[in-house]
């Protein structure tokens, strides 16, 4: 099975930077898409970023020009450069690995267990 592994949530000040990271198990990383969810307080779970197999990123809106999503696939590992944080950025964040089987018109989502990101002063 494949498992993920988040690491690199913490407190922050606003203004501040994190740096996300997901290592995932198993064989053929590559052919999966990775992303990051959030969930706050209150609020659905949401995608944040996503980046495919071959390097193509997806931003939600309220992250676009602070976040960056990227990918090592040598390394089976998925990482969320987060700057210029602020309150609304509080949340768990999740790490999703998704496979697509597009003949069958399916999708199977694998999940980590989440990591806190808190940005307060």
């Known amino acids: 099975q494949v498992q993920l592994v988040e690491s690199g949530g913490g407190l922050v000040q606003p203004g501040g930077s994190l740096r996300l990271s997901c290592v995932a198990s198993?064989?053929?990383?590559?052919?999966?898409?990775m992303g990051w969810y959030r969930q706050g307080p209150e609020k659905k779970r949401e995608l944040v970023a996503a980046i495919t197999g071959i390097g193509a990123t997806t931003y939600a809106d309220s992250v676009m020009g602070r976040f960056t999503i990227s990918r090592d696939n040598a390394k089976k590992t998925v990482y969320l450069q987060m700057n210029s944080l602020n309150s609304e950025d509080t949340a768990v964040y999740y790490c999703?690995?998704?496979?697509?089987?597009?003949?069958?018109?399916?999708?199977?989502?694998?999940w980590g267990q989440g990591t806190q990101v808190t940005v307060s002063t």
């Open positions: 198993g064989s053929f990383f590559g052919i999966y898409t």
């Open positions: 999703n690995a998704r496979r697509t089987f597009s003949a069958a018109g399916d999708n199977y989502d694998y």
